[in-house]
């Protein structure tokens, strides 16, 4: 047994021991040293979350305060939500566009990414302000703010684009798996069911972690883009020039480019997830960090993207490309196989990624319109409408309309129309009443 | 006014409804205010449970019917201008439109208006327990007066506010919860503080319920909430809640209440909580506590989050073992004031060396014979904690001892504190489960 340990355990529990009083009068909240940590047990202690304060003279030693990392440690532990929400952004959609403004037009188009960075700056910082000074998502304000019919518009253009956009991220697997060689049949279902599962079974804490991890495919696009030997000289041209052609085409991407990098459902993802995850005001300082490198780093790899398939399919004459799987299986002969590769590896990742959190967005747009419980910790007893809603979505059916069987089950108590409405009501009541009273056994403690 | 009684409106077909005087002159209605619980001694009735079924304010009546007039102007006309209220013409009939009082939109910013304040509003249906949106409102005519009487959370009131009540009327009500188990919330701590226009019913409830249920809120609405309540009842309802939440509510009370509620709430938990702080938030808490419980927290603050030490509470209660029974019941009286966990009285050598000898339960206290002295009836065969082991492990103990708490030590076996089952069960339990883990014996 060490004399440390005696040292703490003989002292009374409202005295200091001699090592702590002597310091008596620092007025700090100096850290504790490892040494000094490693002499309050007998074991070591490795979490040094401690520090030395000085309280009303006296100085003491205190657990748990957290002394705040530096650095990039401290850079990789603010990355969260908005990095999620806009890597998210660049989906198989995405990724597709890209590569065609890139085929089709080189490096003309890179500009478009700088200003629209700007814009999707400003939009996602605005949402995730909005999720850390109310504490509540985005289509929850839109009901209180603008009522019902605007909120139910909202929910309904979502719910089409998500369903539509959920579609097309399984089909992004499908076709980046099928780049390897591998039944597109067998791993749809299999991702499908993974990513449910991740959703319904785990912890916020944990989905966010992965979802994070899954950004690091996107790490690809720059390698690509580098073994595409890109001229580096035309790429800040088009980055710093804006170039504008009366080309329909030309325009049609223009405006592509802006739609598949400011989506709704990354504003609704951002906000939901940032309210889930307790972020309050106070503390919403980091959380723009986050969503400020989360913008750049997403439209930085969407510029990659831009850059991959200018420097080869455009220089090379492949211009016709509509999907990402085009784009990957066009830059085999030009950028060599391993090009492709890496292309095939991001266009997997980014569909998964999407695919994740695409049903969770639509669900917490739909739970905040009918108030409905949300949350990924809350299991199915907890927030059994979100966890339907984000199956549903997943399994890409149509939810069940509620049934109103009411008409029929009043229509018996009451000839007229408003005799049956307030039957109906008292009946209710009645019902409501003798609910409480045969319950009153479990809810004796509440007297209401 | 004429018109009968017992009538249902809902606030989605009557805001609809024209104002028409005598002289026929029209307006079309804007929103309704009704009257508010002004003052904090009848919202302290209302919590006790001789309260009537019965109170004024568990149905507000409507006060007054907003409205512009033909400049654009806002008016609030007093109910009592009303004659009656033509359902079929869809009219408010009224004496004289002229009678409204010009009105400014920002005098009205306290007031409780149905349209812009509890309509869509995120609600607490105390009865079934859930946090639910007030999809449609409705109101019954008593005597001429009409009332605030439930509010429609079910997805028939969308349908009948989208098609104007031609499809689910009153009939679609299925979801109906009565006013008067409603609590309103409007997302700030300091209207909670002004205390007007509250049910205050959900102090009725029990401190974990209450936390479950602002668990489903936005976090300014869950501070709200903890504001309502009495702060003893404040403080278990806090202890309930998971500790990001605490951090999260915590942050957004006052200085005064939170200095409060770190005061009532069980030492063990205070400490948690200010473990969470920033140090200068902690620092400051700490100099502000009352002398016993700011050392008590120091004291517990001082071990390692993952030892013994860190998870126990200090705030136990302990005899000296030469005294009788009867003596031990004199002195608990007193102890049991101030002490958080009473349900096993813990025996020492001496208040001052506090060297554990054995355990009491509260059952053989009160069994037992006055006369009989205590270290007769104490277990001296008590199993411990040290107070540096690792936490993991001596939770795992705790449970599987299935006691309601086990004594931590020092060395020379000086008693420190209690780790209770709540503890070791929080301490163990996966993350999305500690929060729900019961808290029953701190």
Known sequence: MSESRTDVTNTSPLTLPPDVSKAAGASGLEPLTSDEIRSVTNRPITRSHSVRMSVRGRSVRLRGMRRQPTGLMRLLLILGPGLVAASAGNDAGGIATYASAGAKYGYDLIWVMIIVTVSLAVVQEMCARLGAATGRGLLDLIRERFGIGWALFAVTVILLANFGLVVSEFVGVGAAVELFGVNKYFVIPLAALVLWYLVIFSSYDKVEK???????????????????????????????????????????????????????????????????????????????????????????????????????????????????????????????HAAQALFGVGLLGASLLAGAVLPLATAYAISEVFGAPKGVNLDFRRARFLHDLHCAHRARRRSRADSESSGRQTSALGASPKRRAAARYTCLHNAAHQRQTLDGRTRQHAHI | ????????????????????????????????????????????????????????????????????????????????????????????????????????????????????????????????????????????????????????????????????????????????????????????????HAGAGYNRRIARLPPGEIATLSNLLPYLHAAELLTLLPDPLAADTLEAMSPERQLQIFEELDEAQGLQLLTLMAPDNAADLIGRLQPQNAKRFLERLPQPQRDRLIELLRYPETTVGGIMTNDVAFLPENITVAEARARLREVFQSSDFVYLIYVVADTESRRLRGVVSLRQLVVSDDNCALKQIMDPY??????????????????????????????????????????????????????QAPRVFT
Do not use: C
């Not at chain 1, 739609?259 to 959380?287: C, D, N």
């Not at chain 2, 009684?5 to 609809?16: E, K, T, V």
């Open chain 2, 382 to 435: 008590v199993s411990t904690l040290h107070a540096l082991s690792s936490a993991n492990e001596a939770a795992y103990r705790v449970i599987s001892s299935h006691l309601a708490a086990m004594p931590v030590v020092g060395d020379d076996r000086r008693l420190l504190g209690v780790v209770t089952v709540d503890a070791a069960v929080a301490q163990v339990a996966p993350a999305t489960w500690s929060a």
């Open chain 1, 210 to 336: 992965i979802f994070l991890s899954m950004t690091l495919v996107f790490f690809a696009y720059p390698i690509a883009a580098f073994m595409a030997h890109p001229k580096l000289g035309a790429v800040a041209r088009g980055a710093f020039i804006p170039t504008i052609r009366s080309d329909p085409d030309y325009l049609f991407i223009l405006v592509g480019l802006l739609g598949t990098t400011i989506t709704p459902y990354m504003q609704l993802f951002q906000q939901s997830s940032l309210v889930e995850k307790g972020v309050a005001r106070r503390h919403y300082g980091a959380e723009r960090v986050d969503t400020y490198v989360g913008v750049v780093f997403s439209n930085l790899m969407s510029i990659f993207m831009i850059i991959a398939t200018a420097a080869t399919l455009y220089v090379s004459g492949s211009r016709d490309i509509d999907t990402a799987a085009d784009a990957a299986k066009a830059l085999e002969p030009v950028a060599g």
């Open chain 2, 1 to 192: 006014m004429t018109s009968s009684s017992g009538r249902i409106f809902a606030l989605s077909l009557l805001r609809r409804f024209h104002l028409v005087d005598a002289q026929n002159r029209r307006a079309r209605l804007f929103d309704l205010k009704i009257a508010q619980q002004e003052d904090a001694d009848n919202s302290a009735l209302k919590t006790t449970q001789s309260a009537t079924s019965e109170d004024e304010f568990d149905h507000p009546p409507v006060t007054h019917i907003l409205f512009h007039d033909a400049e654009k102007k806002l008016r609030a006309l007093e109910w009592k201008e009303v004659e009656s209220v033509e359902r079929k013409a869809k009219e408010i009939r009224v004496r004289d439109i002229e009678a409204g009082v010009v009105t400014n939109p920002e005098s009205l910013a306290k007031d409780v208006l149905l349209e812009r304040d509890v309509l869509d509003a995120m609600i607490l249906d105390l009865e079934n327990r859930r946090a639910t949106r007030a999809n449609d409102l409705l109101l019954k005519e008593i005597d001429g007066q009409l009332r605030l009487e439930a509010v429609d959370t079910g997805f028939g009131a969308i349908i009948r506010r989208l098609t104007r009540g031609k499809y689910m009327g009153l009939r679609g009500a299925q979801h109906i919860s009565d006013w008067k188990h409603v609590e309103f919330l409007r997302g700030d701590a300091a209207d909670a």
